[in-house]
């Protein structure tokens, strides 16, 4: 039997015109994107259909906007898509954790807003910058990470472990490009630094968490038995406190995305689809794992194959 896994990308993925043919084909994503703007309080449709680029790639907008494209498409196929477990890159996780029915849509799209905000709050107040590091094993660029921290000048830590050869690390901003060079000069084929507003996953954005921790922790969790793969743990959960736990310390800690999907194909999952804007995760999918099915959801045509 071919067990299949929902994935739902995280920063990096947006897109003006996003979801905008999925309202003209469903009138049920008109209703779910109305409802949020009611629920956000500014017009995040016309952000999504429209930009500019520049406001759309602000995250305290990026981030409600990549939830919606996944929660719509879960909303247009309702049960018309079966599938085993899910897993979302970084906010990608709050979409997954509505796909497996542990948080109410109401719910989640307010915890994304906040963490959104917060963090874009956060790296006002705290300058981070993020580099992808590319050709480079994962105990190296931990042990550089580590050396640069030590140095005392600023923080640097592992970030995402998005496929083998390719993690991002996160920290101060002038300290990690004035040293970036270091990872170069250790071995790495590529440097490259992000579009981002601060040190996502990272220490820095330690003021974010403990005002997100208040939020989770009023919110509330169901148990699921469809297992969401969780970013900390690269396992999957299904107990609402397990999964609120695991939530509150995925702003500051790494995405293991390389381990979960490792630790998936263990679990004999075999068929991985991408829900949501664009490829990103299905590339790394390809590149971390062997014989398996991987497609992606994303506009009007990909939905009207489904139903």
Same mark, same amino acid.
């Given at each position: 039997? !071919?067990?299949?896994?929902?994935?739902?990308?995280?920063?990096?993925?947006?897109?003006?015109?996003?979801?905008?043919?999925?309202?003209?084909?469903? @009138?049920?994503?008109?209703?779910?994107?109305?409802?949020?703007?009611?629920?956000?309080?500014?017009?995040?449709?016309?952000?999504?259909?429209?930009?500019?680029?520049? /406001?759309?790639?602000?995250?305290?907008?990026?981030?409600?906007?990549?939830?919606?494209h996944?929660?719509?498409?879960?909303?247009?196929?309702?049960?018309?898509?079966?599938f &085993? /477990?899910?897993?979302g890159?970084?906010?990608?996780?709050?979409?997954a954790?509505?796909?497996?029915?542990?948080?109410?849509f109401?719910?989640?799209?307010?915890?994304?807003?906040?963490?959104?905000?917060?963090?874009?709050?956060?790296?006002?107040?705290?300058?981070?910058?993020?580099?992808?590091?590319?050709?480079?094993?994962?105990?190296?660029?931990?042990?550089?990470?580590?050396?640069?921290?030590e140095?005392?000048?600023?923080?640097v830590?592992?970030?995402?472990?998005?496929?083998?050869?390719?993690?991002?690390?996160?920290?101060?901003?002038?300290?990690?490009?004035?040293?970036?060079?270091?990872?170069?000069?250790?071995?790495?084929?590529?440097? !490259?630094?992000?579009?981002?507003?601060?040190?996502?996953?990272?220490?820095?954005?330690?003021?974010?968490?403990?005002e997100?921790?208040?939020?989770?922790?009023? &919110?509330?969790?169901?148990?699921?038995?469809? @297992?969401?793969?969780?970013n /900390?743990?690269?396992?999957?959960?299904?107990?609402?406190?397990d999964?609120?736990?695991?939530?509150i310390?995925?702003?500051?800690?790494?995405?293991?995305?390389?381990? &979960?999907?490792?630790?998936?194909?263990?679990?004999?999952?075999?068929?991985?689809?991408?829900?949501?804007?664009?490829?990103?995760?299905?590339?790394?999918?390809?590149?971390?794992?062997?014989?398996?099915?991987?497609?992606?959801?994303?506009?009007?045509?990909?939905?009207k194959?489904?139903?």
């Amino acid at each position: 039997m !071919m067990k299949t896994a929902l994935l739902f990308a995280g920063q990096g993925s947006q897109y003006v015109g996003m979801m905008k043919d999925l309202s003209e084909e469903f @009138p049920i994503a008109n209703e779910i994107l109305n409802k949020a703007n009611d629920i956000l309080g500014y017009d995040i449709k016309s952000i999504c259909f429209d930009g500019p680029k520049d /406001v759309l790639t602000e995250t305290r907008y990026t981030q409600p906007a990549l939830f919606l494209h996944g929660s719509v498409i879960m909303g247009i196929l309702a049960g018309n898509h079966d599938f &085993t /477990v899910t897993a979302g890159h970084s906010v990608g996780e709050y979409a997954a954790l509505y796909a497996s029915k542990v948080l109410a849509f109401d719910d989640a799209l307010r915890l994304v807003a906040l963490r959104g905000k917060l963090m874009f709050e956060a790296g006002e107040h705290q300058p981070g910058t993020m580099f992808a590091v590319i050709g480079m094993k994962d105990e190296k660029v931990e042990e550089i990470c580590k050396d640069l921290t030590e140095g005392g000048g600023g923080i640097v830590v592992t970030a995402n472990y998005n496929s083998p050869g390719q993690i991002v690390i996160s920290g101060s901003r002038d300290y990690l490009r004035e040293n970036i060079n270091a990872f170069k000069e250790a071995g790495a084929r590529m440097t !490259m630094e992000l579009n981002v507003s601060g040190a996502f996953h990272s220490p820095l954005v330690q003021p974010a968490k403990e005002e997100l921790e208040k939020a989770i922790n009023s &919110t509330e969790f169901r148990n699921t038995d469809k @297992p969401v793969y969780s970013n /900390v743990f690269a396992k999957p959960l299904t107990n609402a406190d397990d999964i609120k736990n695991a939530l509150i310390l995925q702003l500051t800690s790494p995405v293991r995305w390389t381990q &979960t999907l490792s630790n998936m194909q263990q679990d004999h999952i075999n068929r991985f689809v991408e829900i949501g804007p664009g490829k990103v995760l299905q590339g790394l999918v390809k590149r971390t794992l062997k014989d398996i099915e991987i497609e992606g959801i994303d506009k009007a045509n990909d939905i009207k194959k489904k139903l």
